[in-house]
């Protein structure tokens, strides 16, 4: 479930209150990469949390670039993340299997 109003703050506790608790109510993260994405933070806490909360985690690579560096949390682990390209099947089959 995104986020439909930004969280206007720039306190950290509180962007991730919010953002775990979203993360609660769904089954599975869905994480678009792009060229920078390996570079935030946030990317790599939110995957973090699903994965300690136990939810399943779907990286769509949208360049479709195999050589595109992913975050950090991703590379360490990759056993429990399914990684697909920016199409339509693989990541409906993605999302269905990760729930």
Known sequence: MGLRVPFDSENAE????GI???????SVTL????????KSKWVNWEIRE?????????VVNISNDP?????????ENRNKIKIVSWKHLEIMNAIDTSA
Not at 14 to 17: M, T
Not at 21 to 26: A, V
Not at 50 to 58: A, E, I, N
Not at 68 to 73: H, L, S, T, V, Y
């Open 67 to 75: 050589s595109i560096r992913m975050p950090d949390a991703v590379n």
């Open 31 to 38: 994480v678009a990469v792009s060229e920078t994405t390996y």
């Open 20 to 26: 775990r608790s979203r993360i609660e109510q769904s």
């Open 50 to 58: 699903s994965l300690k909360m136990g939810k399943g985690v779907v």
């Open 14 to 17: 509180y962007i991730r209150s």
